[in-house]
């Protein structure tokens, strides 16, 4: 069965700092992955998706990931933090023969003035 | 279509009595999925429909848990004789294609 590992519980950066965010899985086949916003008392707002393709994905709000199959890892990257940003981030993996998506455990991203 | 919608946005309820919550997906979408997401932690899979069939459950779907598709439209799920420990986020979420697209979610406490 797929997991997903976020290591770090909480991310703090100064605006104006590139950020990342985290991020190992495993599968048993080739993966979806995918990372996911949540601000508080609100579902989950989709970032951005790796399928195939380019290692490098790009999505909302300036957001980027690399796809990086020899380490298991699938990291979210922002050049220039905004105070906006600081939210819950989820990783999720989905198997490409499988229909659940499983999520980790969330990471606090906390952007400082 | 204005997104997936979940209704109620709060309940809560007292130990012992059920509950039915409600999900309208993504009119396109064939595949609808239950969450439920507790303090802290990221969402844990429920259960999986495919048009109007239930095609996966999650250990974590207890025998007071029930869910409908009945229409392969909007979804119910249902909790009976609730306890405590069923306080959490339930997220409903519908899927075309690869991705997902999640409602607001439907906070449940019980007291």
């Known amino acids: 069965a797929q997991s997903v590992a976020q290591p770090e519980d909480q991310v703090n950066v100064a605006e104006g700092n590139p950020l990342t965010v985290k991020c190992t899985y495993s599968?048993?086949?080739?993966?979806?992955l995918f990372w996911y916003v949540q601000y508080p008392n609100r579902g989950l707002q989709f970032l951005l998706k790796?399928?195939?393709?380019?290692?490098l994905v790009k999505g909302s709000y300036g957001f980027e990931a690399e796809f990086n199959k020899s380490q298991t890892s699938f990291h979210l990257k922002k050049p220039s933090a905004l105070v906006s940003d600081s939210a819950l981030y989820f990783c999720a993996v989905r198997d490409i023969h499988d229909n659940d998506m499983r999520f980790g455990a969330g990471t606090r991203l906390t952007v400082k003035p | 279509d204005t997104g997936v919608s979940q209704d109620p946005r709060h309940k809560i309820t007292k130990r012992g009595q059920n509950v039915t919550f409600r999900c309208d997906p993504i009119s396109e979408h064939n595949r609808l999925y239950w969450y439920r997401q507790t303090l802290g932690q990221g969402p844990e899979f429920l259960t999986y429909?495919?048009?109007?069939?239930?095609?996966?459950k999650s250990r974590l779907l207890s025998d007071r848990f029930s869910a409908e598709r009945p229409k392969g439209s909007f979804s119910t799920l249902e909790i009976q004789r609730t306890e405590q420990g069923d306080s959490a986020m339930y997220l409903c979420a519908s899927s075309s294609g690869y991705g997902y697209t999640f409602g607001s979610g439907t906070r449940l406490t019980v007291v």
């Open positions: 790796y399928i195939t393709g380019d290692n």
């Open positions: 429909f495919q048009n109007e069939a239930q095609l996966e």
């Open positions: 599968v048993s086949g080739n993966p979806y």
